[in-house]
């Protein structure tokens, strides 16, 4: 059975097989992968990802969810979104997306933090979530303060990504302050 979350505009469900093309595509947009920090540098690591994505959606004791993410209606590949537990810490876990550059500026990403959050808070029980983003993807911080998440810190110059150190930018958000009808 595949698992599914839905919002008013989006589907986000478990990956398959015939997601491996559209994530090779999006993972060769330099556009797309120029702020992601998940190594998807040539096609083995992306059939490596997704197959870990499949492998973990029949997992019984489930930690990672890696969503695909489709239009509602059409069920085109519109990017995918994650909640990962954090194995140490199994009442936290980390929640990001990366959309096709045809979906940015459409309000998708807060559509899927939202849910996420709903999701983590809600069926999953979680204490805490959290994402993170580089310092310079001023979008990505902008999303995850619109949805609540607090700033938490930087993290200075602590990897080399592509072409830049990075600094990477944490927002969270406890239990308790999570409001499902804040918009």
Known sequence: ????????????????????????????????????????????????????????????????????????????????????????????????????????????ASEILRALLAFGFGRLSLHRIYGKCDDLNHASAHVMEKCGLQYEGTLREHVWLRDHWRSSRYYGMLAGEYRPDVP
């Open 1 to 108: 059975m595949i698992f599914c979350i839905t919002t008013e505009r989006l589907l986000l469900e478990d990956m398959n097989r015939e997601d491996l093309v559209s994530m090779m595509q999006l993972a060769r947009d330099p556009r797309v992968m120029k702020y992601v920090f998940i190594w998807l540098e040539n096609d083995e690591q992306v059939a490596g990802f997704v197959q870990h994505a499949i492998d973990e959606s029949v997992r019984a004791d489930r930690q990672d969810y890696v969503l695909a993410v489709r239009v509602a209606g059409t069920g085109e590949f519109a990017g995918f979104a994650m909640l990962e537990i954090d194995p140490e810490q199994p009442t936290t876990a980390e929640v990001g997306c990366i959309l096709v550059p045809g979906c940015w500026k459409s309000g998708y």
